[in-house]
């Protein structure tokens, strides 16, 4: 069972708490002559339970529900203060009391759902959080707590839909992050599982496998899944593509080749696959021909990323370096890729170099041990990030202070 840590609910109570406070002002305001003295007793236990002063505050909104029994707001936080403290079936009677008293009190649902969650009685608690999603439909953290309860029923699909209405809501928050992911995990686990059973010796089952040995970066496992993947279905879009990237990866350049090429005879159309088959041309010193697919891709699908990088080194293979110039001011200025970005302004001093043009070639070549400097910066302080999909190019001539034409 995964749930707030200790200083994570207290935030969040706290932050509860505070809304709780603002949105019950006028109705204190409303009660105090009739029930003079609550204000102040109220707002010193809120405060105390903001502190995570437990005790204090729990005596503090038992002695106000004494004293005024039809104070909604006094029972709800009575109630969070007893789930704080691990009293679930105390806080269930507070909760439950307010929500007689005020059935649409912000928060009282979510917690009572909470508090259900913790003593294992899942129907109830998903009951509860329901009621407060439906209620509250922007609040992520009820979204979040129904896709908890729905994992903890074994409905992994529920799960998912709940905990993707939290991530639109709340897209940075790591609680509802991990939990998505384990959703989305059991989700994917069942339907290749109930793949499996279905159909065990359908193409499916072995591009499957060929992703995860992707994922897992067993490159040569995933060539040898995709083949058998495209012997049982030779004509089916894609596959001869994702070979073809996995080929790329393994440095088998010419078997790429040839699997985009027939990747485009079942698919004309693709426009991806053809930028890709004209990317390896390019890198492995066609210009011309990798060129004319890049072009033709581009054509096809003017949103494809980073084209403009590779149409500049096409223009350096064919000794267009006016040309590759262009280019590679574009691929700095609207590139998406950071590394490409990067390679753009290491492969710009190349081509002022060959026109002779020092300084800017020396400019250049700055900007880019700039930018290297910080991406290994960069590196060295986060996990290493999946490479893009498009194929990467390195450098393949050296280029040095000392080489710039002075």
């Not at 729905?150 to 409905?155: C, G, H, K, S, V």
Request: charged letters at 25%; a neutral charge.
């Amino acid at each position: 069972m995964v749930v707030f840590g200790k200083k994570a609910r207290l935030r969040f109570l706290g932050a509860l708490c505070s809304a709780t406070v603002l949105g019950t002002a006028l109705s204190l305001h409303a009660q105090t002559s009739a029930t003079p003295g609550i204000n102040d007793p109220f707002l010193r236990a809120t405060m105390a339970m903001r502190a995570g002063d437990l005790q204090t505050a729990a005596d503090g909104f038992s002695s106000i529900v004494k004293a005024s029994p039809q104070f909604a707001e006094a029972h709800l936080n009575l109630g969070l203060v007893l789930e704080e403290q691990s009293h679930f079936p105390e806080a269930v009677k507070s909760l439950e009391k307010a929500i007689v008293l005020k059935p649409h009190l912000r928060g009282a649902n979510l917690f009572l759902g909470i508090a259900y969650y913790r003593l294992d009685r899942l129907d109830k608690a998903a009951s509860a959080v329901t009621r407060e999603t439906t209620a509250y439909p922007k609040d992520a953290a009820a979204w979040m707590w129904l896709g908890i309860i729905r994992l903890a029923q074994e409905q992994p699909d529920a799960a998912a839909l709940a905990l993707d209405r939290a991530a639109d809501l709340a897209p940075k928050d790591p609680d509802v992050l991990y939990h998505r992911g384990r959703a989305h995990l059991l989700v994917s686990k069942n339907s290749f599982e109930q793949m499996y059973v279905a159909a065990p010796k359908s193409w499916r089952v072995h591009q499957v496998l060929a992703q995860a040995s992707v994922e897992a970066e067993k490159h040569t496992e995933a060539i040898a899944e995709y083949e058998v993947a495209l012997k049982l279905a030779p004509n089916q879009p894609g596959l001869h593509a994702e070979l073809a990237s996995e080929l790329a990866r393994s440095n088998k350049f010419d078997a790429a080749v040839e699997e985009f090429r027939k990747e485009l005879q079942v698919d004309p159309y693709n426009a991806v696959a053809r930028f890709k088959l004209g990317t390896i041309l390019v890198e492995s010193g066609d210009g011309e021909r990798g060129k004319s697919e890049i072009l033709q891709a581009i054509e096809q699908n003017k949103a494809i990323p980073n084209a403009d990088y590779y149409l500049g080194r096409a223009e350096v293979k064919l000794g267009n370096y006016a040309v590759a110039v262009d280019a590679f001011k574009r691929a700095i200025d609207f590139g998406s890729d950071p590394e490409l970005v990067q390679l753009a302004w290491y492969q710009l001093a190349i081509a002022y170099r060959k026109l002779q043009r020092t300084s800017e070639a020396q400019s250049a070549l700055a900007n880019f041990q700039k930018l290297k400097a910080a991406s290994t910066e960069r590196r060295q302080q986060q996990l290493v990030q999946k490479r893009n999909d498009l194929l990467i190019a390195q450098p393949d001539e050296a280029v040095s202070e000392k080489e710039v034409p002075q």
